[in-house]
């Protein structure tokens, strides 16, 4: 089967039983995840798990009779080092393209077990293993290049717009027939030699990781980082099928498994299916009409004084978006809702799931500036409640509450479910500019002619100008 | 050394039967994991997703064993340079996954403890 079990003095199934209580243990620390609380003891948990594997893992391999094994031990330092340093004070405005990063690098190790189990190191040379190694190796591959492709859009070291190259479908398409040819051609053996196979095996998916995530555009981003996540579960899990290695099997699966969740449940929030995101169905909709419509009531507008208003409020609630994160403005609302909190109103905020560049990332930010997680509500516990407060500060979101797509039709954002911040009475908008969003549809509020107070440019000015006058 | 290879060819012969074993474990661990994670709420799904993916990392087990194979294979300079970066990658992820995920749910936490 593989070293671990032909070295192993004690019997196979100490074995299995280990790896049972360690999954057992990844279990519980998961379904801690699901309150606050816990969820921190729940983290812990897992990643003590990981230790005991990893250890267990040293010990069945008999790693002092290995030569040289001390290289193993600084290679594990090392990664351990690197890891630390890389994050123990990163900032949470880089948390998006950690994330996308990070999956990227366990995407990478992934591919390099499935390399090495191609060869018959690690894993058997039958039909099954051989196939599930190619498997690994793609999967592992793909979700390498695709996570740094992502993170760099995340990060803005290359563009966050969606890029489409000339015969953009073809090209994906034949890449996905060629990735199958080599599955079937590691079987059939008509490329004689092991070595090129894998050579030729890592260029084809690391193009098509490059190719399907260069025209996903930055706010598909929480679909495509779910996506990468749940990859590098399943790179994983195939990787252990390859060298029988329950852990990694049942672990990645269970990851594979969250992955595809939230990539559900952020295509369900856009109103999206998965796969027209893959294919680039995104953002360039009809938006004439509504453009139009926009300019020729601007002048109709009667604002509304912010600081009159939120002087009297009683009752407030914020919508957070994308637009915040850039600006890094969450501890200025932080600041304004406690002066708002001092005058005796109620703050609350309302959080949309796809407001940012990642599943929740609005929390995270909201979080950081000391908001209590008490405040922030799901978009479904909160829409009810527009119509009564007093008033609704948005700060740098667009798309998840513009009222056009409950009825514009034929554009990107219509039949998503949004915020119902157009049913309060009174709106304050501390957005960049008056143009549409990511999704390219005009926003009605804006041209609403009462009860609105736009406050244009990088919302930490606006909001630092509002906050000296209250 | 007989014994041994007996040991072998009765491996040979469930190693199609533990196939199926692991595909089922890989479906099962999939629906029970799809059914544990419908219960995070939103609020935390970046940290969810932040904690799935350094246990993502659990690759490591397979870069560490791959990396003993290919040195008991006589293939050690291959075998450290490939299985040695697979190492360090894996514990990039691992370390760094959890590391981030216990510090953005420290400052969740944080202010519930206020509240109590």
């Given at each position: 089967?593989?070293n671990?079990f032909l070295m192993?003095?004690l ?5 299995y039983?280990?790896s ?5 243990v ?5 379904s801690?995840?699901s309150k ?6 729940g ?5 003590l798990?990981?230790?005991l594997a990893?250890?267990v893992?040293l010990i069945n ?5 290995i030569?040289n094994?001390?290289?193993i031990?600084i290679?594990i ?9 890389w994050t123990?004070?990163?900032?949470m405005i ?9 999956n ?9 077990v499935?390399g090495f189990?191609?060869f018959?190191i690690?894993?058997?040379t039958d039909?099954?293993s ?6 690994a190796l ?6 390498f290049?695709?996570s740094?492709v ?7 070291v290359i563009?966050?717009?969606p890029t ?16 199958l040819?080599l ?6 053996g008509i490329i004689p030699?092991q070595?090129?196979l ?6 084809i998916?690391?193009?098509f990781?490059?190719?399907?995530t260069?025209?996903?555009g930055?706010a598909?981003m929480p ?5 990468l ?11 252990g099928?390859a060298?029988?290695?329950?852990l990694l099997v049942?672990?990645?699966g269970i990851i594979?498994?969250s ?12 109103n ?6 893959l294919?680039?169905k995104?953002?360039?909709?009809k938006k004439a009409e509504f453009?139009?419509?926009a300019k020729?009531?601007?002048e109709a507008i009667?604002?509304i004084d912010p600081?009159a208003v939120?002087?009297?409020?009683k009752?407030v609630?914020i919508?957070?978006g ?11 609302v932080?600041q304004l809702a406690?002066?708002l909190?001092e005058q ?8 949309h799931?796809?407001a940012?560049?990642?599943p929740g990332h609005m929390?995270v930010?909201l979080?950081e500036a ?9 978009m479904?516990?909160i829409n ?12 740098g979101?667009?798309?998840?509450l ?6 514009a039709?034929?554009t990107?954002i219509y ?11 009174n709106i304050i908008i501390f957005n960049?500019d008056?143009?549409p969003?990511y999704?390219?549809v005009?926003n ?8 609105v107070s736009?406050?244009?440019g990088?919302a930490a000015?606006?909001?630092a100008e509002?906050?000296?006058k209250? | 050394?007989?014994?041994q290879k007996?040991?072998?060819e009765?491996?040979?012969d ?8 692991l595909v089922?474990v ?5 629906i029970?994991g ?5 219960n995070v709420?939103s609020?935390l799904h970046t940290?969810l ?5 350094a246990l ?5 087990v397979?870069?560490l064993?791959?990396t ?14 490939f299985g040695?970066?697979?190492i360090?990658?894996?514990m990039?992820?691992v370390v760094g996954?959890f590391t981030v995920?216990?510090r953005m749910?420290r ?5 519930g403890?206020?509240h109590?």
């Amino acid at each position: 089967m593989n070293n671990l079990f032909l070295m192993f003095n004690l019997p196979e199934w100490v074995d299995y039983i280990v790896s049972g209580v360690l999954i057992l243990v990844v279990l519980i620390g998961i379904s801690l995840m699901s309150k606050v609380k816990t969820a921190k003891l729940g983290n812990r948990l897992s990643a003590l798990a990981m230790l005991l594997a990893i250890i267990v893992t040293l010990i069945n391999a008999k790693i002092f009779t290995i030569n040289n094994y001390w290289i193993i031990f600084i290679t594990i330092i090392l990664g351990t080092v690197l890891g630390f340093l890389w994050t123990y004070r990163i900032k949470m405005i880089q948390m998006p393209a950690l994330v996308a990063v990070l999956n990227g690098v366990g995407g990478a190790a992934s591919a390099i077990v499935g390399g090495f189990a191609l060869f018959g190191i690690g894993a058997g040379t039958d039909t099954f293993s051989v196939i599930t190694s190619m498997l690994a190796l793609i999967i592992g591959v793909i979700t390498f290049w695709g996570s740094l492709v992502a993170g760099g859009k995340l990060s803005n070291v290359i563009s966050s717009k969606p890029t489409v190259l000339p015969l953009h479908k073809i090209i994906t398409a034949l890449l996905i027939i060629l990735m199958l040819a080599l599955i079937v051609d590691s079987v059939v053996g008509i490329i004689p030699n092991q070595l090129i196979l894998l050579i030729v095996t890592v260029v084809i998916s690391s193009l098509f990781g490059i190719v399907f995530t260069i025209r996903v555009g930055g706010a598909d981003m929480p679909i495509t980082i779910s996506l990468l996540n749940s990859l590098s579960g399943v790179a994983g899990a195939i990787a252990g099928l390859a060298t029988k290695n329950l852990l990694l099997v049942s672990i990645g699966g269970i990851i594979g498994a969250s992955g595809l969740l939230l990539t559900q449940v952020m295509c369900k929030a856009m109103n999206r299916s998965l796969l027209d995101i893959l294919l680039g169905k995104t953002t360039t909709g009809k938006k004439a009409e509504f453009v139009e419509e926009a300019k020729e009531s601007q002048e109709a507008i009667e604002e509304i004084d912010p600081v009159a208003v939120l002087k009297d409020a009683k009752d407030v609630i914020i919508v957070p978006g994308y637009g915040m994160a850039i600006a890094q403005a969450q501890h200025l609302v932080k600041q304004l809702a406690d002066k708002l909190i001092e005058q005796g109103a109620t703050v609350k905020y309302a959080v949309h799931p796809v407001a940012g560049r990642m599943p929740g990332h609005m929390n995270v930010l909201l979080s950081e500036a000391n908001v209590d997680y008490e405040d922030l509500y799901e978009m479904e516990d909160i829409n009810s409640q527009f119509k009564d407060a007093d008033v609704t500060i948005v700060i740098g979101a667009n798309d998840v509450l513009n009222p056009a797509a409950r009825n514009a039709q034929g554009t990107p954002i219509y039949g998503m479910p949004i915020l119902n911040v157009d049913q309060c009475k009174n709106i304050i908008i501390f957005n960049y500019d008056l143009k549409p969003g990511y999704a390219g549809v005009n926003n009605p509020i804006y041209s609403r002619k009462q009860g609105v107070s736009l406050n244009l440019g990088n919302a930490a000015d606006t909001l630092a100008e509002i906050l000296k006058k209250i | 050394m007989k014994e041994q290879k007996k040991q072998w060819e009765c491996k040979g012969d469930i190693m199609e039967l533990i196939q199926y074993i692991l595909v089922g474990v890989f479906i099962v661990s999939t629906i029970v994991g799809y059914f544990l994670i419908n219960n995070v709420p939103s609020l935390l799904h970046t940290p969810l997703m932040s904690g799935m993916n350094a246990l993502s990392g659990i690759t490591i087990v397979g870069a560490l064993l791959s990396t003993v194979a290919a040195v008991n294979a006589d293939k050690a300079i291959i075998g450290f340079i490939f299985g040695g970066l697979a190492i360090i990658l894996a514990m990039i992820n691992v370390v760094g996954g959890f590391t981030v995920t216990d510090r953005m749910l420290r400052m969740f936490s944080k202010k519930g403890d206020k509240h109590e």
